[in-house]
């Protein structure tokens, strides 16, 4: 069993096949996908999504390239959004320095807004970094989920090692995705040799960047099993004991996401 802690089912891309999508991840033995948020208007689309497949678990909150228009009300509403039964997770929140779609004092007001709203609901966060990771560090060790219970994922981590190192010891957690499958990813699959086996996360980022064989391709949770075997060789284990210890992290940050959970309404009135 394995666990895509991070696909944006709700996107377009999978309006025609979506059905066909989580089945075929099932088939693959992904038997659950987070789905994380982008915007106000997504958290809505992807707890409706939460509500409708079982298998299907949703972080909510404001990424980075989507804050230049942030108040502090929208603060609120992702916290009236947490409450949905099948939230496990804030996110996806962090910061953005390549598109740079907002202006970096927001991105910054945002991000340590949502951290300590996280904080507040004794829920782990989804971070974005894009060629950001300092700050991202600074941000994370000024908030309150730094040494707390709870941390989060550094999520489809391309940052340097040191990065990775700090994010480790304050107690997060890193995000691998299909990149580590790519032929000329060298640098990044040193970095995940050397990343202790109890903190690594597998996703796909799908509909976005498909691993090899793949790559290029419309990405899918099913396809989470080929960076799982990239990873699983690097730490010279056989896929199903990889699959059994990023399961098993999965379950210790997010929590146990039950199938036989309160089927939720999704009515967030
Ligand atoms: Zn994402």
Redesign the pocket.
Known sequence: MLIDT???LDFDRFDDDREAVVRRAEEAGVRRIIV?A?DLQNCQNVLDLASKYAHVYAAVGV?PNSTSAWEASWLDQVRRFAHHPKVVAI??IGIDYYWDDSPKEIQHKSFSAQLNLAADLDLPV?I?NRDAGEDVIRLLAKSRLAGGEKSGVL??FSADWHIAEAALEMGFYIGITGPVTFKKADGLRDIVAKLPLNRILV?T?AP?LAPQPRRGKRNEPSYVTFVAEQIALLHDLSIEELSKITTANAHRLFGQMQLDRIKPDGDQA
């Open positions: 991070h696909c944006h994380p982008l990424h996110g996806e989804i974005h999520h489809s996703e980022d976005f």
